[in-house]
């Protein structure tokens, strides 16, 4: 071996020392220091302290070795929360998948956890943030009331219950707009069977609709140019009861009186 030969070795042998020397350096750093009386606190603590400061990735390590490494350890399920909260947290479309798998495993392998409620709520969550516009398709929509259903369901007394309430309302209005803006398309281009049939359907699976004045508006008047008017009078004359402030309470009003006036001869008292 030439003089060149072995100092060329002697070179790749320190890179590669370097390396190993960095590499070991970096797995300690995210490691449990020696003689730390509960490494697996040590881990958790790490691992939150990670996640709040939206640090996904690291917080991730932190959890995963809880659940990998300490399987009987009582912060092990919270780990678990941890690991979809991170996914979630990066909200990527492969992100979000695996949020979904992490809560449904956690709910599958600890269904009696106190925290079972959180995994479910974040379960909707997780379909919630995929929810696209009311013109597009509505699948995950339907997904996140789905699992705020369940909630609902399984966990009538958890603290979690006003958000999911809000949550759920806020996905069912998503639907509802989808409906209201079809039926309203049908009453603009004059097919009032259709703009009908989509209003009272709307009205019928969702009572709670948040923007059901301008259904009762446009059901009325769709039922005026069907020639369906006392039909049209009950909606909008719910429309003056249930609401105190609309866009549409002057016309409904100017209506219902021409709809009275129309049936009995006389204006309304």
Known sequence: ????????????????????AAAACASAGRGVPAGTSQPDKFLFDKGTEALNAKKWLTAREFFREIVDSYTQSPYRPDAKLGIGDTYLGEGTSDGLERAL?????????FPTNPRADYA????????FRQMRAPQRDQTETRNA??????????????????????????ARDNLGDWEFDVGRHYLRIHWYPGAIDRMMTLLKQDPEYSRRDAVYFYLGES????????EALPYLERLV?????????????????????QAHGTPSS
């Open 101 to 109: 798998n992490e809560y449904r495993e956690f709910l599958g392998f």
């Open 223 to 230: 039922l005026i140019r069907a020639k369906r008017e006392s």
């Open 1 to 20: 071996m030439t003089v060149h030969q072995f100092t060329h070795r002697l070179r790749l042998l320190a890179t590669v020392f370097a390396l190993s």
């Open 145 to 170: 009331v789905r699992e705020f259903d369940a909630f609902i369901q399984r966990y009538p007394n958890s603290s979690l219950m006003p958000e999911v309430r809000t949550k759920l309302r806020e």
């Open 120 to 127: 479910q709520y974040k379960l909707g969550m997780t379909h």
């Open 241 to 261: 009861e249930e609401f105190e402030r609309s866009e549409y309470l002057d016309e409904a009003r100017k209506r219902i009186a021409t709809l009275k006036l």
